[in-house]
């Protein structure tokens, strides 16, 4: 990819983006993969983050490391590594564009439900429940693996469980880590790294961890409310996006 000013521009953002939400505001990383396909093609940006992820993983399991749900962790990274191998297996054959739909169709449906729910009342929470659980774990780390995108799937899981702000954004930093290194040998093998870009990475890898630092102080700030009123509008735009990104053009 041609280092042009839009290109670091884009580049930058994007890594920030990849940090705040290691630092535990809602999903926002999300953004970052759309963000980079207006200069390059969706995988090369995939790959491009990879790095960046795991570096910014680092300081995230560090802040996070007493603030977890140990039970959703069991539950959903045996399943997300179900679904980045699945995914890894059907490289050759997988439509990126279907996935993204699927997923901003389902995220768009549970965001709806919240909304019914909050206009009918409040609900009890909802238990940690396995097979729940390995279905959508299983869907998140296949779409992590293809996108960077199983944000909505895991939240779609765990939002009903109403955790603690701190325990909810610790979950997710620690579960998408261990999917993120878990991401790297099939990136290996589908040969999508080079030294060029691992380079890139490097220079982007700073401005991460600063995002990472930015995104726990606003996480420890936010009232609970508005934190998950974030989280589900975080969801609502980003199933938007991944709607608008899969759509067939005609």
């Known amino acids: 990819m041609p280092e042009t000013l839009l290109f670091w521009i884009t580049a930058t953002v994007a890594a920030f983006f990849v940090g705040a939400t290691k630092g535990g505001l809602p999903a926002v990383a999300m953004l970052s993969v759309p963000l980079l396909s207006l200069v390059m093609s969706p995988l090369e940006g995939a790959a491009l983050l990879l790095p960046v992820y795991i570096v910014s993983d680092i ?34 054959w997988t439509d990126d564009d279907a996935v993204r739909l699927a997923v901003g169709i389902v995220g768009l449906g549970f965001v709806a439900m919240r909304m019914w729910t909050r206009i009918r009342g409040a609900s009890e929470p909802h238990p940690a429940r396995v ?33 603690p702000k701190m325990v909810f954004a610790g979950t997710s930093t620690i579960l998408f880590a261990l999917l993120n290194l878990a991401k790297v040998p099939p990136y290996i093998a589908l040969d999508l790294f080079d030294v060029h870009q691992l380079r890139q ?3 982007l890898t700073p401005i991460a961890v600063f995002g990472a630092w930015i995104g726990y ?27 608008r990104a899969g759509w067939p053009m005609g």
């Open 59 to 92: 300081y995230g399991l560090w802040i996070y490391r007493r603030s977890f749900s140990r039970r959703n962790l069991y539950i959903l990274f045996p399943a997300g590594l179900i679904g980045i191998v699945a995914a890894w297996l059907l490289a050759g």
């Open 131 to 163: 097979p729940q659980g390995l279905f959508w774990g299983a869907i998140s780390g296949f779409t992590s693996f293809v996108a960077h995108a199983g944000g909505p799937a895991f939240q779609i899981y765990v939002i009903p469980q109403q955790l």
């Open 201 to 203: 990475a490097a220079i």
């Open 217 to 243: 102080r606003i996480t420890q700030i936010l009232p609970e409310r508005l934190f998950f009123f974030a989280v589900e509008a975080a969801l609502l735009v980003l199933s938007l996006l991944l709607i």
